[in-house]
């Protein structure tokens, strides 16, 4: 029996028990499964006339289902014990003291998705948010959450591991009064923070963040000196820079190896970067960021690194003194000054000069090299005054031990045979 999916075009004033029993009621959910398969809702001294009825998975989707409000709380216990994760994504929570009645009775919840809520009609009280406190990651994207929202969750979420605060329509960050010790990811993207110094502020609230994902922001010139992005991500794994349309020097770049851990990068849609080739462009950061082992979601590995650091070398070797960056001469100190590379010409020839020989004659013939044997002979019936029915060729290469060739077949192209300017062409007669 196929699950039927919740209606997207729901009335207001639905509340989170209604529809988690319309949604997993044996009619509309009649197997158990995935996550929480099997799972047993011990009876409750309230008891509940559904609890029999309702088969419920420990991850509970439950977006764009027009939930206002949470309901009966004895219900929610008797149901949400066992989950530990929670989609309320795209519904019409405003105030998070209803939030907070669903959120308090589901003890074993981590993951929790609040995006798309107008949640930025209410302010979150400390006692409201004291029931989050079980939670490691909290989606807020698109929700307008205040700042003050922000800061009242982090003092009240000792173990929020992962924030996703994405399409809030931030220009600055507001900073903490306390620094948050646990978040190691926070995901800010599609916002417009401009100035370096807002970007600043996220470091000193999250001394221990491992991964910063700054995509479809403004990020203007990385200000820091190199100590002090060094005091302010000491912990920074990862950081992802999409589109940051503010960064238009190669010294910004530069100043991400300041960041003592940073083994990922992500630069993909940068205006700097537009005038260089794609493999001018990889080949450039990598060599610029020594530490680096993953840029744009691909791993560097060892002999790329050599290549690119190599590459960067021969770049610059001809630029004036004032304009070749410092890492060219750690690099110079590393390999040496290399020499440029020999431009070789690999296209295929299209002609060569030949020497054709038929009997005591010998005479030098250009040829196209894009014929074939066939359209040869017929070049060659006015040099040796022969009919190409009658013309047997050989070509020798002056270079090949195993001497003449015979060229007999009519449809092979003269360029398989690899000839070159000065090779021999030998005419007979089959009828000698």
């Known amino acids: 029996m196929e699950v039927q999916e919740e209606n997207m075009d729901q009335p207001s004033g639905r509340s989170f028990m209604q529809v988690l029993c319309e949604k997993y009621s044996p009619e509309n959910f009649p197997y158990r499964r995935g996550p929480g398969m099997g799972v047993h809702v011990p009876a409750t001294p309230q008891g509940s006339p559904m609890k029999d009825r309702l088969n419920l998975p420990s991850i509970l989707v439950l977006n764009s289902c027009g939930i206002t409000c949470a309901g009966e709380e004895n219900e929610i216990a008797a149901f949400c014990a066992h989950v530990s994760e929670l989609d309320l994504s795209d519904n019409k929570l405003e105030d998070w003291h209803e939030v907070s009645k669903i959120v308090s009775n589901v003890p074993h919840l981590e993951f929790l998705n609040l995006s798309s809520n107008p949640l930025n009609l209410s302010v979150l009280e400390r006692r409201c948010a004291g029931s989050f406190s079980g939670v490691r990651k909290l989606v807020l994207n698109n929700s307008k959450t205040s700042w003050e929202t922000v800061h009242t969750i982090l ?112 630069l993909l849609g940068i205006p700097l970067l537009q005038p260089y080739t794609t493999e001018e462009r990889r080949k450039l950061v990598i060599a610029r960021l020594p530490s680096v082992i993953k840029l744009n979601g691909s791993v560097v590995a060892d002999g790329e690194r050599e290549d690119s650091e190599r590459f960067f070398i021969r770049y610059y070797l001809n630029f004036p003194q004032e304009e070749i960056p410092f890492r060219y001469h750690e690099l110079v100190t590393k390999y040496g000054k290399l020499e440029p590379l020999a431009v070789v010409d690999l296209r295929p020839r299209s002609s060569a000069k030949v020497e054709v020989h038929f009997k005591e004659q010998v005479e030098e013939v250009s040829i196209r090299l894009d014929q074939t044997v066939a359209e040869l002979k017929k070049q060659l019936k006015t040099v040796v005054q022969l009919s190409t029915s009658n013309m047997l060729l050989y070509y020798f290469d002056h270079e090949a031990p195993f001497g003449p060739e015979e060229m007999k077949y009519n449809s092979r192209a003269l360029h398989s045979y690899g000839i070159r300017d000065g090779d021999k062409i030998y005419v007979e007669s089959k009828t000698k």
């Open 155 to 266: 003092q009240e979420l000792p173990d929020l591991e992962e924030l996703f605060l994405c399409l809030n329509d931030y220009e600055t960050v507001s900073c903490s009064p306390v620094c948050c010790q646990s978040l190691k990811l926070l995901h800010i993207t599609d916002n417009n923070l401009r100035d370096w110094t807002e970007i600043r502020k996220l470091g000193i609230m999250f001394p221990l963040l491992d991964t910063l994902i700054l995509a479809n922001n403004h990020v203007m010139t990385i200000e820091d000196s190199e100590d002090s992005l060094a005091r302010l991500f000491p912990n920074l794994r990862s950081i992802n820079l999409h589109k940051s349309a503010g960064l238009h020097c190669w010294e910004d770049i530069d100043k991400l190896s300041s960041f003592p851990k940073l083994e990922e990068v992500k």
